[in-house]
C-alpha cells in the first residue's frame, strides 16, 4: 500500500491545503462516514469500479460516480463506500479556496457531489488518463499541480473581506456574532453573508458551527483524559446537552459512540451495518 501527501507550493498553496494520493488501500468496512468540514474535495478515481454515495438512514445506493468527481462544502455527514485495493488521488481545498478554479457559486455545491465533467469537460477525461500513466506519486502530483495551475491563470480568488472572515471564524472556537465581522469591513451584514455563501457554500452561522465540530474531533484525538463536560466549554459549547446535540447533527453519532468507532483518520468513521 503506497500512501502520499503533497503540500503545493505558491501560488497554489494559498487555495489548496494539500494533495493527496493512495494506492492498495484496503478497509475492514464497506461503509464509512464522511463528516463536514466545510470545504471542498476534488477526488479521482484511478480504478474502473463504481464508487456511490449512500442514504444515511437506508443505506441503499443514492448516487454513481466513476473516475471524478467534486464533493462540494458539506454541512452534515454523508456516506460512502470503501473498495479493495482502491486507488486515488485527489485535492483538498481550503475553505473558500475552489473559487479559484471553479466559476460557479459554491453555495450550488453544498450537501451535493457532483461528477467533475460537468465543470472541466473533455479535459477532466484527459487528466486523468495521464494521472494513470505517470509511474510515481511524485509524478501524479506534479501533473496535478500543473492542471491545477492552468485552471486557476486568470480566475478571481476568495474576496478578501470573505478570506478575512475566514481567518477570523478559524481562530474562534466558538460562534461569533456576525456584527463582530461586519464592524470591521464596508459591507453590509446582508451583502457580507451572500458573499461568503456565495464562495465558502455555507453561511458564516453555519461554518462557524462546522468548524466548531471540527475543533472538537481535534480535541478528542488530543486529549489523553478526556472529559465531556471539560471539552464542550473549551470548544465553545453552552453546555454538555448543546455540544452533544450539535456533534450528532454532525456526525450522526453520539461523541461517546464516535470514540468508541472512530478510525485513525477523525473524518472518517466506519458505518457497521447489522448481520
Partial sequence: M????HIPPAPLNQFIELLWFHEGLNSPHQLERVLP??????????????????????????????????????????????APNASMIGVHFKPGGANALFSMPLSELRNDVVTLDVFW????????????EAPTPTD???ILEDALLARQRGRESTHP???????YFIRQPQIVSIGDITDKISLSPRRFIEL???????TPKVFCR????????EEIQRRRNLKWA???????????????????EFCGLTPADYLNQASEYPNFVPVFLPE
Fill in 121 to 132: 469537460n473533455g479535459a477532466a477525461v484527459s487528466l486523468r488518463d495521464q494521472l494513470l
Fill in 161 to 167: 473581506v470573505v478570506r478575512y472572515a475566514l481567518d
Fill in 230 to 248: 471539560e471539552l464542550a466549554p473549551d470548544c465553545g459549547y453552552y453546555d454538555q446537552a448543546h455540544f452533544i446535540c450539535d456533534f450528532k
Fill in 196 to 202: 461568503f455563501n456565495d464562495q465558502v457554500g455555507m
Fill in 210 to 217: 462546522v468548524r466548531r465540530f471540527q475543533r472538537a474531533l
Fill in 140 to 142: 501524479k502530483f506534479r
Fill in 2 to 5: 503506497t500512501i502520499a501527501a
Fill in 37 to 82: 468540514e466545510g470545504s471542498v474535495e476534488l477526488i479521482i478515481n484511478l480504478r474502473d469500479q463504481n464508487r456511490h454515495t449512500f442514504d444515511p438512514v437506508s443505506h441503499l445506493p443514492r448516487q454513481s460516480y466513476k473516475h471524478s468527481w467534486l464533493s462540494g462544502p458539506h454541512s452534515k455527514f454523508i456516506v460512502i463506500d470503501t
